[in-house]
């Protein structure tokens, strides 16, 4: 098992562009999330999944939108990005036999200029 | 205030030590506590879960839970310098499923 993946790894946009974070779990867990973590902070949650086919905001939406495409697939788009969600994303998920721990992905850095 | 809350740091004990991390929140609601283990340029990791009020006991860590003082903490014995890391407390207002809250992490240093 994969775990939970996320691509790409590492982007660089200029302000005003957009850009799609995928993410894809195969443990099949329910609930999907995206956090931004800033350098020294913690985990900000931007929005998540509670099961297939709905969303909800987290503590930091503005600027996002998400899509869960299916059980294995959330994704997280930026349209018009801003230097301010310079950040390292990371997506996770959990349910079912994982219970509430969550299980991350390796995270996509992303450089907004 | 925020809901979960952890020591500032960073941490430094020297090896062999016992490094000893605490956590409160704030919603008494919180069923399941859990501390995570990141990495300098990785992603979270979970090291220990617990539920219940008491002691918790996996190797060298401990995880100590007391809901009546909303108070978690995680000691690691015989500290080792692979140890060092940033910690990250979380809570979960269920046991099955669900977001949790991050507190913001203390940074652990383990010197040789």
């Known amino acids: 098992n994969a775990g939970v993946t996320q691509t790409p790894k590492f982007q660089v946009l200029k302000t005003g562009q957009s850009m799609t974070l995928q993410c894809a779990q195969d443990m099949n867990h329910n609930s999907m999330y995206w956090y931004r973590q800033d350098p020294g902070m913690g985990l900000r949650l931007i929005y998540y999944s509670a099961s297939e086919g709905t969303t909800d905001k987290g503590e930091v939406p503005n600027g996002y939108n998400v899509s869960r495409l299916n059980k294995r697939e959330f994704s997280l788009r930026l349209e018009s990005a801003a230097p301010s969600q310079t950040s390292v994303y990371f997506c996770a998920s959990n349910g079912l036999a994982g219970g509430p721990t969550q299980y991350f992905g390796p995270g996509t850095r992303l450089l907004v200029l | 205030q925020k809901e979960v809350e952890q020591n500032s740091g960073p941490l430094s004990v020297p090896e062999g030590a016992i490094a000893s991390l605490n956590c409160t929140y704030s919603?008494?609601?919180?069923?399941?506590f859990f501390w995570y283990r990141q990495y300098s340029g990785k992603s979270p990791e979970l090291i220990m879960s617990i539920y219940s009020n008491g002691d918790k006991e996996d190797g060298r860590f401990t995880a100590q839970l007391n809901k009546a003082s909303q108070y978690v903490s995680l000691l690691i014995r015989d500290s080792q310098p692979s140890d060092s890391a940033t910690y990250l407390c979380?809570?979960?207002?269920?046991?099955?499923?669900?977001?949790?809250?991050f507190g913001d992490g203390t940074t652990l240093t383990v010197k040789p």
């Open positions: 919603d008494r609601v919180s069923q399941s």
């Open positions: 979380a809570v979960n207002y269920n046991t099955n499923a669900g977001k949790s809250t």
